[in-house]
């Protein structure tokens, strides 16, 4: 069994970390520099940045901050936001992330997943999934839809679809966002989670819905997801990193460590 990697997630909005639920009511809660030092010196397998409202307000992605964050940790670190064009790849490759996290932006142009995989490979491509429970139906027959620009935005596209097609354009790692956990502290959405899971070859991260360490354990073994997205858990002092990880050690999951 391959280390399931426990990522915190830094959601960024004019340069200062801030969490909502659902995407909603955001909250100032720091600055990302620091927050990503801390998560770093605590153990995090990688982390995650995404400038939440870059893609809804049509403009490029804080590079100033993605430099800040990258010349401060020594894991691999991920952006996502604003990112419309393997120019802006390029960009937040070169300011220091290892991979670019695409959702809006590919749901509008999914070419970009296949040039940005042949640009930089497969492993720097992630496809980021903001997805929706919805009622079944012929065009969403998996019950779960798509939505972009910051939950705002319904597109009437499967989420199981979506994920075949866009590992078929060279994605190599999808994050999957469950937009009716987000922020709940209630659990992921497991069912969702395996779903997808179970329909790619490529590393799944869950995404939306942690509250205690007992959700990424369910997540990480039912779920069946390669990797957990953290956010309030943490960012609010409720758990920290190595905590959740011994956690996991002694329920059976394997993790790395590095305290």
């Not at 397998?45 to 893609?55: C, G, L, N, R, W």
């Not at 992605?61 to 020594?74: H, K, L, S």
């Not at 935005?153 to 790692?173: N, P, T, Y």
């Amino acid at each position: 069994m391959l280390s399931r990697r426990i990522i915190p997630c830094l959601d960024v909005r004019e340069g200062r970390t801030t969490k909502g639920i659902k995407f909603k009511n955001n909250v100032d809660i720091g600055d990302p520099v620091e927050m990503a030092r801390l998560y770093y010196e605590q153990g995090a397998d990688e982390i995650v940045f995404y400038d939440i409202t870059a893609s809804h307000e049509k403009r490029d992605i804080m590079i100033d901050v993605v430099r800040r964050v990258a010349e401060t940790i020594f894991i691999p670190f991920s952006v996502g936001g604003g990112i419309r064009t393997v120019e802006d790849m390029r960009a937040v490759l070169l300011a220091g992330a290892e991979k670019v996290s695409v959702n809006s932006a590919a749901v509008k142009n999914p070419e970009i997943i296949r040039q940005g995989a042949e640009a930089f490979g497969n492993q720097c491509v992630v496809l980021g999934m903001d997805v929706k429970q919805v009622e079944v139906s012929e065009a969403i027959p998996s019950g779960y839809e798509i939505v972009i620009n910051g939950g705002r935005k319904h597109m009437g596209m499967d989420a199981v679809q979506w994920a075949l097609k866009a590992q078929e354009l060279g994605a190599g790692e999808i994050c999957l966002n469950s937009i009716d956990a987000d922020g709940m502290k209630t659990g992921y959405e497991v069912t969702l989670t395996r779903l997808i899971s179970e329909t790619v070859d490529i590393p799944v991260i869950a995404s939306g819905g942690a509250g205690e360490p007992e959700h990424l354990r369910e997540v990480l073994t039912d779920g069946k997801a390669d990797a957990a997205l953290i956010a309030s858990m943490v960012h609010y002092g409720d758990y920290t990193v190595p905590g959740i990880k011994t956690y996991l050690n002694e329920a059976g999951v394997k993790v790395r460590n590095r305290w």
